[in-house]
Structure formats: C-alpha cells, structure tokens
C-alpha cells in the first residue's frame, strides 16, 4: 500500500494517528486540575510540534543518510518564511501558494549554498554552512530592509495590493490566512466532562503536510537515492574509487533538505503571517540539530519525536516557577520546602535549558541512537521476557 513495505506502513499509520488524535493526547489532565499546566493540546503548541518535525525530517535526509552535519539550516527556514508572507502579500491569502512559493525559493537558496559548501566535507563543510546562515541572517536584518524590513520583521498590511484578494475585511481590518476561504485560525472546542479539546484547520492542515513530508521521507529512505546517500555516508572514498561522483547525490539532499526547511518556514508564516530575521540565527540551526540527535539521527520517526520533546520544554516545561514548585511543595516542612524549591528552580522555569542538556548529554551517552534506540530496547526486554515466559510454560507442559 502506497508503495510501502509493511513495516514502513504500520509506522505511517501509527503516526498518522498520533497526529490526528493528538488534541486528545496532548490533553490527559482535566483543564480545572493542577496538572491541567502540563497539558499541551492547544493549536499553537501542536502546530509548532508537527512544523518543526517538517524541519527535523528533512534535515535528517542531509545528516541521517549523508553524515552532512549543516549548522545553517535555519537561513531555508527564514527564507521560506520570507517567501511566505511576500506571496500574502502581492497575491492572495491563501495558503497554497505561498507555501509552494516557499518551498521553490528555498529549493533555489540550498542549491546555491550546497553547491559551494559541498566542495568541503566535515567540519568545514559545517563551517561554511553556519557562515552563510549568518550572512543571510545579516543581510535580512539590516542589508535587505526592503525587502525583509529589517528587525521590525515582514508582516502584512492594509495597503498591500494582494492581486487575487481583498486588502482589507469589511470592517476594515486585515484578511486572515486560509486555505480557499477557511481561516486557519479557525477551531472548534470539544467538552467532555472537565476535559476540553480544541480542533484547529490550522494544526490540521500541518498535520496533514507532515504526513506527507513523512511519507516522502520514507521512500526517500527505501529508495537506491536513499541507498546512495547511505553508501556517501559509510565511504565516500571507496565510492570515488569505484568511479561513482558522490556530488550530485550529496547536492540533491542538500536541496532536498532545504526545500524540507523552506516548507516548515512557509508554515510558520501561515500560521502568524510575520517573517523575521530570527529565524535565520545559529541558535535555530543548531536546535534542528539537537531534534534530529535526540530523537535519532538516520531513524524515520526520530527527528519528530525530538522536535516535539524540545518543543514541550520549551513551551510547557519552562513555565513552571518558584510558585508552582512552592505549591506542589507545600505539606513540607518549611526548611524542607524551600531547599527543595530552591534545587529545582535552577531546572525549571527560566533553566529549562538546563533540563534538556542533562536529557541530552544522558542520551547521547547511553543511547547514542536517540530516543528510537531506547524504544527498541524497551521492545527487545519485553519480546525476551516473553520468550522466556513461553520457554518456561513449554518446560513445565507435561509430554503427551
């Protein structure tokens, strides 16, 4: 089915369904409870999970497959963003072309920047990527202000011409995006007792580009493009001395990659139709990065499951305070209370990078192949508990 293996279809369908029932899985605690703070299902945080597992898939087709390790990843996803908002602009509201607009400004960048950068290998190939990042950082910020408009950042306005759609509302306000004519801000709320679920055209829409994005990536995977850029990856020397020019496969996954980011960046501006120069620092590159290690680097659900770890502390993890420490601590004693809080202040709150370091540096030493790793070998101690379960029932089973 659709050209997948079984394995590789139960894992789309497990993801798939992940993605569509997330707003009830990202909701376990009523919202009137104390842990209601831990609850991530609101359309912002769920749009951001599957926008940035967009990223980290298709930064995994470069560093997974490749062994290309690019610190400027980030400079596709600001431009895709730029893209974006520029198609809302002069165009139309919509959606759709913007995000293909994006998608082909940031195919044509990478090809640029990975025809240069991939005349080096290793760290200087990363060099050089993180060197064009921050020059196109540079430039947006303050070279290209008609263009970008500089560190106030590209945002829609009442004068914009938008061909193709109206300027203003009729009550004079500024059009929202949508996608032939239904608003992406748009949501339904879903009560069911003291649990509330909000369903947003928003989320779905991303949810339904990652799947595809995800399903691409796998037959990239399976394909002999995939088999290549494992083989590049293994020994490129040994595949220049079998004649075979590992260049035009390393520059395809290069683009391929960025055109990955330039989707991601395009939705973002779909959801918040502004575009900044932020977009494009060292900080974003290298948070793709820590996704794609996290999760698992070379895996096919990895890069998702790292983004939305580091996207729930980042979000969720970090607004827990002294207070909040203080009121979970409370029927301690005094002293007992206040030294605890005062430990995990340092983690929590403000520190939650502090958190996720310590969660990284844990499994980058223990479980080098991410959290996919300790998944498998969660499953490997449960089929041998099994098996030795059944060995033992076969022993003790009297001979007939």
Known sequence: ??????????????????????????????TDSALAQFNAGYPDLMQRFVIYGIFAIGFNILFGLTGYLSFG??????????????????????VLPALVLSVIIAG???????????????????????????????LAYSVLTPITNGETGLQITLDDPRILGMSATADGSIPVTNIFGLEMRAATDLVIGPW????????????????????????????????????????????????????????????????YAGLAGGLL??????AGAERMQWTASGEVVLMTILGGAGTLIGPVLGAGMIKYFENIFSKINEATLHSWFDVL???MENGLVWVLEHFVGAGWHLTLGVIFMLVVTFLPGGLVEGGQRIGRLFNRTKAAKD?????TKPAE
């Open 391 to 395: 060995d033992e029932s076969a022993a």
């Open 333 to 335: 004693p005094d002293p």
């Open 196 to 259: 509330s679920f909000t369903f947003s055209v928003g989320y779905y829409l991303c949810a339904l580009v990652m799947l595809v994005a995800f399903y691409l990536s796998i037959r990239i995977f399976r394909s002999p493009f995939g088999m290549m850029l494992r083989a590049i990856k293994s020994n490129q020397t040994r595949m220049n001395y079998t004649g075979l020019n590992p260049k035009p496969y390393t520059l395809a996954a290069f683009v391929i990659s960025g055109m």
């Open 108 to 138: 044509a960048f990478s090809w640029l920047i990975g025809f240069i950068s991939l005349r080096r290998t290793g760290i200087y190939f990363s060099i050089l990527t993180l060197a064009f990042a921050q020059m196109s950082f540079a």
């Open 73 to 94: 990843h980030a400079a596709f996803l600001g431009v895709g963003s730029y893209s974006a908002v520029w198609m809302f602009k002069l165009l139309s509201m919509n």
């Open 269 to 274: 501006a779909c959801m918040d139709p502004l």
């Open 1 to 30: 089915m659709f050209g997948l293996e079984k394995k590789d279809l139960n894992l789309l369908i497990i993801v798939a369904l992940l993605t569509m029932l997330a707003p009830f899985i990202l909701n376990p605690f009523p």
